[in-house]
């Protein structure tokens, strides 16, 4: 693990390189030992079923392996690409801010593990799960 650990602006200028994490509006809301938390606005355009007015499940899973990726970078670390993914669906993701918190469960030298949790603008579980991330190998 590297010394130092990055703070929220470095971590919210991280999160935001990325075209999709600027599309789905995502800030970094908190740091801390292990542990992210990230917030997105809801968008319309990621309602998979009008009627409901429920958010895709692909967009659920990417909060979780994005928000697991961040969590090992807001360590110090250094992930390559995510190597597994698991997602489990609890109850349909309708209208309002989601709140997704991620947590490093194993820093590993090759493969590390962090899983997330999605949550309501009520806090209720929305989906969760859980990812391995190929690590980039320290230089010698």
């Given amino acids: 693990m590297s010394n130092k650990v990055p703070d929220v602006a470095f971590m919210q200028k991280a999160l935001v390189a990325a075209p999709f994490h600027q599309w789905l509006g995502l800030s970094v809301i908190e740091t801390g030992a292990d542990e992210i938390k990230l917030l997105m606005p809801w968008r319309d355009e990621v309602v998979s079923n009008p009627k409901s007015q429920s958010a895709h499940g692909g967009v659920l899973a990417a909060l979780i392996d994005l928000t697991g990726f961040y969590a090992l970078i807001a360590t110090g670390n250094m992930p390559l690409a995510t190597a597994d993914l698991r997602v489990d669906y609890h109850q349909p993701a309708t209208p309002g801010p989601l709140t997704i918190v ?37 230089s010698s």
Avoid: D, F
């Fill in 102 to 138: 991620g947590r490093v469960v194993r820093h590993g030298t090759t493969l590390s593990v962090a899983e997330a949790n999605v949550l309501s603008e009520a806090g209720e579980l929305l989906a969760s799960g859980r990812g391995a991330y190929r690590m980039s190998r320290p």
